[in-house]
């Protein structure tokens, strides 16, 4: 691969695209006035060094990676409520702007680690000079308490290579429980988060207002 700057250039456009279509997303629902799915989304392409040592742990050859490497362009949806992922995900069914190629539900069936996530691949359209691109990309729904969680251990695993010693191992298993339980308990009483939620943008807005005027 001696030109990665001309093969991820569509991977960059295709982050960017759907970057602002997904967060028009969240924008649509506060323009109504409702509750947001949505929290925030964020994008990136993968950077070339994790692209080669992913190549080499899952066996792939360097000429296939558009067609078996799933998330060189990656997005994540943060949600507020783990109800909030099933609504993204649907709302993502009903778009015809790319088309859906896999969902894994590591929420129903987390992974022994403790992750939980709900991926979808995508194959998405990029129009460039030579004409259309369809390119496989990774969008990935979860709670911003499985996010943290997601964070920090891929941080360690780049340290340990994913050979985690025993005792680091079981305390990242008993803080995804941890995580797991909070969106449990935030559940539980969304209904008060999300009425003083509103209470407070109202309030923001009738100051705001009130600045203006003086």
């Known amino acids: 691969m001696n030109h990665w700057d001309q093969f ?19 924008t649509q629902f506060e323009q109504e006035h409702i509750h947001s799915p949505i ?9 070339i060094v994790s692209i080669l040592d992913k190549a080499t742990q899952k066996e792939i050859p360097l000429d296939q990676l558009e ?13 507020q409520f783990v109800d909030d992922i099933k609504k993204v995900v649907e709302l993502l069914r ?11 539900d590591y929420i129903s069936n987390n992974k022994p680690s403790g ?11 990029v129009q460039t000079i030579h004409g259309e691109k369809k390119l496989l990309c990774e969008i990935q729904i979860r709670t911003l308490a499985m996010n943290f969680w997601a964070t920090i251990e891929h941080s360690l695993n780049y340290k340990y290579r994913g050979q985690f010693p025993e005792d680091i191992k079981m305390r990242l298993q008993r803080a995804a429980e941890a995580a ?9 009483i969304r209904e008060e988060i999300q009425e ?3 209470y407070f943008t109202k309030n923001k807005e009738q100051h705001k207002n009130a600045r203006k005027k003086n």
């Open 196 to 198: 003083a939620q509103v």
């Open 39 to 47: 929290e925030f989304v964020t994008g990136r392409v993968k950077p």
């Open 67 to 79: 067609t078996q490497m799933q998330d060189i362009a990656g997005l994540r949806m943060m949600c």
């Open 8 to 26: 991820l250039a569509p991977y960059k456009q295709a982050v960017d695209e759907l970057k602002i279509k997904l967060k028009g997303m969240r």
């Open 180 to 188: 797991f339980l909070l969106d449990e308990e935030m559940s539980e």
């Open 115 to 125: 992750y939980r996530s709900y991926h979808v691949v995508i194959e998405y359209p």
């Open 94 to 104: 009903m778009r015809n702007d790319f088309k859906i190629i896999e969902e894994r």
